[in-house]
């Protein structure tokens, strides 16, 4: 198999990357944190390269690229660690073209591509945990359209965005619905989340709603494995910059005359390191190669891959500050962001355990276990 990337997806890790490294330094991330977590300057650079539209077809304003592109774009984002949620638009790119109708997506497609509008997935309620077919959510069918009633919780820049994909029950059935936050009956609460960012718990009472499917439990299952798939290639990003972070001070600090880089116990910690960084990134290739496969074999695939994704945060977050000792989580160090950052992403979209799960329901009619 040629895991070579082609010219354009090499040029597109290029602009990006330096994007990240001339236009989102360190300083300007703990600005943008200290500011609540988001923002709008930063989103719209993001969209000036065009990359709110990679997954969104070219007849619809955006460039028509494919699941490489975007692990590329989220991988290089990782480095940075970029507080704006850049995989939402992936989200609701991906979503609307695949399952909206003509309308929605001409109202709506055009304006994700430019930055002119920021939609995120509002999936998350309390008693769900990461379950997807568990949804207190109601929606109700009027004679002007649609309504819905809920809560959703840890809303990616839930009291930024302009609006929201929303999955609530329908006669019994999840659809997946696009509500404004303009729209009446919509209230948010906005807060800043662990690693930087910022999030908020959105309130619908009977809020006006656009239909985007019935089907929604399909549509909201690739959706979230869209998601996963960014997560798992923008931690390989994070893991990467620790790494780095952790063998350039391990050549730097002097402990008895010598680097602390010639202990042997801390180069057996750093390879340890290295292997979880490259099994990572093994996974996250695994992720997006199989974003485009049948639904089954690609839910299958994510869950594989986002539990080895956790595995290899947790092992490498951990690491990283226990060889840097206690300077290693304070906030004027950038490894302690990098630590947050990963801890957060292990959570995002089910964590380890709920993934480990998933696996494992999957494997009851194939590896020999019974049900």
């Given amino acids: 198999m040629d895991f070579d990337f082609t010219d354009d997806q090499?040029?597109?890790?290029?602009?990006?990357?330096k994007w990240v490294e001339k236009g989102y330094g360190f300083e300007r991330r703990r600005a943008t944190e200290a500011a609540g977590g988001f923002s709008r300057e930063a989103f719209n650079e993001l969209a000036e390269l065009g990359l709110c539209g990679l997954y969104i077809p070219e007849d619809d304003g955006g460039l028509g690229m494919g699941p490489v592109e975007g692990m590329v774009v989220m991988e290089e984002l990782g480095r940075g660690i970029v507080l704006e949620p850049l995989a939402h638009s992936l989200i609701a790119g991906g979503v609307l073209a695949g399952y909206a109708g003509a309308d929605l997506k001409a109202a709506w497609l055009p304006r994700i591509a430019s930055g002119e509008a920021l939609v995120v997935l509002a999936q998350q309620e309390r008693r769900a945990r990461y379950k997807l077919d568990v949804c207190d959510a109601q929606a109700t069918q009027t004679a002007n359209g649609w309504t819905v009633?809920?809560?959703?919780?840890?809303?990616?820049?839930?009291?930024?965005?302009?609006?929201?994909?929303?999955?609530?029950s329908a006669?019994?059935?999840?659809?997946?619905?696009?509500?404004?936050?303009s729209a009446a009956g919509v209230t948010t609460r906005g807060y800043g989340?662990?690693?930087?960012?910022?999030?908020?718990?959105?309130?619908?009472?009977?809020?006006p709603a656009q239909l985007v499917t019935l089907d929604g439990l399909t549509a909201l299952e690739h959706a979230v494995d869209i998601g996963l798939a960014a997560a798992c290639a923008e931690a390989v990003g994070v893991m990467d910059q620790t790494l780095a972070a952790t063998l350039e001070y391990l050549n730097t600090r002097k402990q008895f005359g010598v680097t602390i880089a010639s202990f042997q116990a801390l180069r057996h910690r750093a390879a340890d390191m290295k292997m979880q960084l490259e099994l990572a990134r093994s996974m996250s290739y695994y992720a997006s190669l199989k974003l485009n496969a049948p639904a089954d074999e690609r839910r299958r695939a994510m869950a594989r891959a986002k539990y080895q994704l956790g595995q290899s945060m947790r092992f490498?977050?951990?690491?990283?500050?226990?060889?840097?000792?206690?300077?290693?989580?304070?906030d004027e160090l950038i490894v302690s962001h990098y630590f947050k950052k990963l801890t957060q992403l292990e959570m995002t979209f089910g964590d380890s355990l709920?993934?480990?799960?998933?696996?494992?329901?999957?494997m009851q009619d194939t590896a020999g276990v019974f049900a």
Avoid: M
């Fill in 316 to 330: 490498v977050g951990q690491q990283a500050v226990q060889l840097h000792g206690g300077i290693g989580v304070t």
């Fill in 171 to 181: 006669n019994g059935k999840i659809a997946l619905f696009l509500v404004e936050r």
């Fill in 149 to 168: 009633s809920g809560t959703k919780n840890v809303v990616p820049a839930g009291d930024q965005a302009d609006a929201f994909l929303v999955p609530a």
């Fill in 10 to 17: 090499q040029q597109l890790r290029d602009a990006v990357h």
């Fill in 354 to 362: 709920h993934q480990l799960g998933e696996v494992s329901a999957r």
């Fill in 193 to 207: 989340t662990q690693d930087g960012g910022r999030a908020a718990d959105v309130v619908l009472a009977n809020a």
